[in-house]
């Protein structure tokens, strides 16, 4: 690539800024909880002032504040969105090679907390938006930034809350977020994926009740061995197949051109030999994995509730609570149907909270500008879009009208854990050659959406 763009802007400055910048917000201990997000808001916010942003600290709670901009253009289309969370979840810091909240460089990665999960993509967002505001450009559109809280507990107090309460600062026609762009090998080619949506959530509680009693005289009424039944059977039940319009594409994509496919779409996409065919992918465990929870929906129990106060006494009752994860498209009745058919009545299903899950429109040319730009950025790669297992703030946004693309390139890197295994995991780290991939991808995606030439 080149040295400067066609707007003269230093690419190779830009990537030891962004360097910077996330060391700098590693080193906020913004572990969530408590979250002190504030360290980080106040960072980014004088980072914007320095090239005249003006910008504004929301909190739902205090010490938690939510960062909000807007470089205002000339209106002639709906805004771009620039969104991340600057929470990050809690270490165990003697695990760790280098320390968490250190922001040090070594082996050509730069170690810590939030260095995949997400303070890479805010520091990508910030560089981005201070090199063309230095330009000196007039936008046919706002770009908006929001740096929020609270998103790896919910975002009760973050994206969530704004979206409530402060709408205006994130009502945009695209927003770029987190949540995909690990490179995907499959038959000798190489993919990237945009998430354009998500799984929701279904939690509820399994109750068992029975007989209680005197541990010397077993019976067959015991809570306990009919709970245990339902969680096995809860575990070992594949439940049917969902195919979303984005993982039909996605699979479809992967499989590659008709005469010489990868591997047969026609077994993968039939509800009979999907699973057959799904083992015969020519992927790894881990792709294999995500790829079946991408394509139903699921179910992990994930707390027992003490069920008995003695050894020997057969107690009455036993609980265990499940998170479940329901498909974009998928109604509650159907995914309650569908765990009930799995565990059969020995014990009662009592619902906690249902959240369905949601997808972006991949139509659209903010989805061909990301083909383009990848094409342009690792020449022979595609774009697949997919959906996230787990949430992202995208959750607070696409019901309001927000079409949310997670996307930041990174490419395999020999001998090393995908970005994917190091979320939330010890020695969280990015390489340095990703991190700037990934800007530059990014600033020319924010380029030829606002019409400007990225060459």
């Known amino acids: 690539m080149t ?6 802007i230093d690419l190779a400055a830009a990537e030891a800024e962004v360097v910077e910048h996330l060391q700098h917000l590693i080193r906020c201990e913004t572990v969530n909880p408590p979250g002190n997000e504030t360290l980080a808001a106040t960072y980014l916010r004088d980072q914007l002032a320095a090239v005249g942003i003006e910008s504004q600290l929301l909190e739902a709670v205090p010490n938690r504040a939510n960062l909000v901009a807007r470089w205002a253009g000339d209106g002639r289309a709906r805004p771009l969105l620039l969104m991340g969370h600057t929470d990050v979840v809690p270490v165990e810091a003697a695990r760790w090679t280098h320390p968490p909240f250190g922001g040090e460089i070594a082996d050509g990665f730069l170690w810590g907390r939030g260095a995949v999960d997400m303070k890479n993509i805010d520091a990508i967002h910030l560089t981005v938006v201070r090199a063309l505001k230095r330009a000196g450009l007039t936008l046919p559109r706002d770009v908006l930034l929001a740096f929020t809280a609270d998103e790896e507990a919910g975002s009760t107090y973050g994206m969530e809350w704004v979206a409530q309460h402060h709408f205006a600062w994130v009502d945009a026609e695209y927003a770029i977020s987190e949540g995909a762009g690990e490179e995907i090998g ?3 080619r ?3 994926g945009v998430q ?8 509820f509680r399994l109750r068992a009740t029975g007989r209680p009693g005197h541990a010397s005289i077993p019976h067959d009424d015991n ?3 009919k709970l245990g039944r339902a969680l096995d059977r809860l575990g070992t039940t594949r439940l049917p197949l969902h195919l979303t319009p984005a993982m039909r594409t996605c699979l479809t994509t992967l499989a590659g051109p008709p005469d010489a496919p990868a591997f047969d779409t026609t077994a993968l996409f039939d509800p009979e030999r999907h699973l057959d065919a799904l083992a015969r992918l020519p992927v790894d465990d881990e792709l294999r994995r995500f790829l079946y929870a991408v394509t139903h929906n699921t179910c992990s129990p994930t707390m027992l509730h003490a069920a008995g106060s003695r050894i020997n006494v057969i107690p009455s009752e036993a609980v265990a609570e499940v998170d479940g994860r329901p498909l974009p498209g998928v109604a509650e009745a159907e995914m309650l149907a569908e765990v009930q058919a799995a565990i059969g009545h ?4 009592e619902e906690i909270r249902y959240k369905p899950g949601l997808e972006s429109d991949i139509n659209t040319p903010m989805f061909r500008m990301i083909e383009d730009v990848m094409a ?5 790669s595609r774009v697949v879009p997919i959906l996230s297992s787990g949430g992202t703030d995208a959750r607070s946004l696409v019901p309001r009208g927000v079409k949310v693309y997670g996307f930041s390139p990174a490419r395999v890197v020999a001998g090393e854990p995908s970005p994917v295994a190091l979320m939330h995991n010890h020695d969280e ?18 380029m030829r959406l606002m019409g400007l030439s990225p060459a």
């Open 376 to 380: 342009a950025a690792a020449p022979g």
């Open 3 to 8: 040295t400067t763009n066609a707007l003269g």
């Open 429 to 446: 780290r990015i390489s340095l050659a990703n991190l700037q991939l990934a800007l530059r991808v990014e600033l020319a995606l924010v």
């Open 223 to 225: 809570c306990l061995v």
């Open 346 to 349: 020995e014990v009662a299903i």
């Open 186 to 188: 499959v038959g000798g």
């Open 190 to 192: 190489s993919f990237f």
């Open 196 to 203: 354009c949506g998500e799984k929701g959530a279904f939690r």
